[in-house]
């Protein structure tokens, strides 16, 4: 496989391989400062067609950790499929960098960038799915609770690119997913069949709910994200209206397993979707999993490079 798109593209031992690697290089890079130079001579070029704090500079840093290097390629300079077509920018591209990232919104571009580009391309995030969010999850949950099959990881809020790529995960290996999402809010179809046939093989299983609380009984994990996803800006006010039952707040947080672990990809909107004094408590892991995302990352970066 030579591009990173979605989780789902791959297979639950190559998923596994791959957050194994991310251990492996977390715990170089914590021991020393920096990893073996396996990124040495190779650039990265970062597109972007939304604002990102995380996965710019996680990206950013993976390669200089490893030696390499990263070039940011701003919504304004590219114009993807506007100054120029996406075809002519891959091709274009593929001579100057070894690999590619790119956040769209149509997750159908990123498809077209992969299909052109002679190197392997990475989505940084579309409007179907998040996948490097996705894998820094799992290898987070996996810190904590090990790699236990049976885990009950349970989604509250907008189902959206990043539940699809958590629920994407779970199946892979092996966890029961809950989705709680208001009516007219749901995952998407097509990566819910996806996740099902996922599931028939690993024996996870998926349960879709509107309830909050009946989701997040027995979880073992309890994730949220906004309930406005960038490019859905004109639609704040009425999105407010229908998410304040999803919030996670200490009641639904004492409603779960008395372990459990609260997660959100951030950027988090405090008192929204999840409140202060979840996202500062106890259970709260939101900032080791976005540092997780450097390290999965790394692994990522590592095996389409084809150098670890
Ligand atoms: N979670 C995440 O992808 O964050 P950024 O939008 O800041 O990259
Ligand atoms: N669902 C959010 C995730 C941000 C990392 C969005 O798409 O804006």
Known sequence: ?????????????????????????KKQYLKKGSNKKIFKGKVLGMIFQKPSLRTRVSFDMAMRHGGGDA???????IGLGKRESIADIARVLSGYVQILMARVFDHE??????KWADIPVINGLSDYNHPCQGMADALTIIEKFGNAK????SYVGDG??????LMHVSAQLGWNFIAATPEGYDTDPTAIE?????????????TFLRDPHEAVKGAHVIYTDTWTSMGQEEETAKRELV?????????LVSEADKDAIVMHCLPAHRNHEITDEVADGS????????HNRLHAQKAVLARLLQVA
């Open 243 to 251: 998410f304040p039952p999803y919030q996670v707040n200490a009641q």
């Open 283 to 290: 259970h709260s892991v939101i900032f080791q999993q976005a």
């Open 150 to 153: 049976g885990l009950n990881v």
């Open 1 to 25: 496989m030579k591009d990173f798109l979605s989780i789902s593209d791959y297979t639950a031992d190559e998923i596994k391989d791959m957050l194994d690697l991310a251990m492996d290089l």
């Open 160 to 165: 959206n690119n990043v539940t699809t790529s």
């Open 109 to 114: 571009h990123v498809v077209e960038l992969a």
């Open 71 to 77: 070039l940011y390629l701003s919504p304004n300079e």
């Open 194 to 206: 996806i996740a099902k046939d996922i599931a028939k093989k690993t024996g996870s299983t998926l």
